[in-house]
């Protein structure tokens, strides 16, 4: 990822400096031909929002957000200049075309904006009441996921117009290779992205719980086995062996920093068993759950120390 960390630390930036969530849509399956590329740009290719996520929970309104990309598309396409726009959720953002040879292979969406609440609130009882979901919690996690104030369009053409022209030239330079030449069916790789973009999205929200390749897969409206392959072939590992990945990632930090007993970590990050955590853990660090903290625990009463003797050593 190295080779791109620049345009991800910069989308970061952008992200938590004027609170937008970023992403990137791919028309024309450039991040299947860049691996380096694609991981860098992972954490932007999906809507995360919690309202969106449960909105994708239900399959018809998934295929719904997967066949709006069409929409955009096409208009982007005409347009070919920034312009600000609702899903049919009422869900207000930026759409920044990226542009090669005058032609859309992209666009960049910035968002999520509650520009009016009324349009808003009436789109998503009526989604609410047709398939059957709790209308107030849905306009519950709305709001918590939007925010009134929109940010200036020029503004927002300038900040993400960069990423657009950079992603351009990322593509140009591929554009000649013989996997660009003969490609796949780009509506193949496309969705593939979508769907496990958005199974990253879901481990990540929900590895402390018990969760099964079934559950991550029922939530991509896919079969496990679907699932899986682009999952190995993308990840280079398997969909339980990242989750454990993940939970042990965390675990290391809970062991360094907090006073929770192993069997309270393992159960915060989805082990019921803490029996088998330890084993888990060990696996993957070479050490159990107890000589992990008691290696890397420093105390804080010595930390002061030796950040007083630092001190005291360098004047």
């Known amino acids: 990822m190295d080779k791109y960390s620049g345009i991800s630390n910069y989308l970061m930036f952008l992200s938590e400096t004027y609170k937008l969530d970023i992403c990137i849509n791919d028309f024309v399956g450039f991040l299947n031909y860049d691996e380096q590329l694609y991981c860098a740009l992972q954490p932007f290719l999906i809507h995360k929002s919690p309202f969106c996520m449960q909105i994708k929970s239900n399959q018809i309104l998934w295929d719904r957000c997967l066949a ?10 005409k347009l070919k200049s920034a312009y600000f726009g609702y899903c049919y959720c009422g869900v207000g953002e930026f759409i920044v075309p990226i542009i090669s040879n ?3 292979i992209g666009v960049i969406c910035a968002g999520e904006f509650n520009y009016n609440y009324k349009i808003s609130e009436y789109r998503i009882r009526k989604i609410a009441k047709q398939y059957n979901i709790d209308a107030d919690s849905l ?4 709001l918590a996921s939007t925010r009134n104030s929109v940010v200036d369009i020029n503004l927002v053409n300038n900040l993400l117009g960069i990423v657009a022209e950079y992603i351009s030239a990322v593509y140009a330079a591929l554009v000649n290779t013989d996997k660009i030449k003969n490609p796949p069916s780009v509506t193949k790789l496309c969705t593939e992205t979508y769907v496990l973009s958005h199974a990253l999205e879901y481990i990540r929200q929900n590895y402390s719980n018990n969760i099964t390749v079934k559950d991550v897969s029922s939530f991509c409206h896919c ?9 190995k072939n993308k990840m280079k590992t398997s969909i339980m062996k990242y989750i454990n990945k993940l939970r042990i990632e965390h675990a290391k930090i809970l062991l360094l920093n907090s006073d929770s007993s192993v069997s309270e970590i393992a159960l915060k990050t989805g ?6 955590f330890s084993v888990v853990f060990k696996r993957f660090t070479g050490l159990s759950p107890s000589e992990y903290r008691k290696k890397g625990f420093v105390p804080l009463k010595r930390m002061n120390n030796q950040s007083t003797n630092a001190n005291n050593n360098l004047q």
Do not use: G, R
């Open 223 to 231: 079969s496990e086995s679907y699932l899986s392959h682009i999952f």
């Open 139 to 142: 306009i519950k996690k709305y």
């Open 68 to 77: 709006m990309k069409k929409s955009i598309k096409a208009k982007s396409q």
């Open 271 to 276: 082990f019921c068993d803490p029996n088998y």
């Open 102 to 104: 005058d032609y859309v």
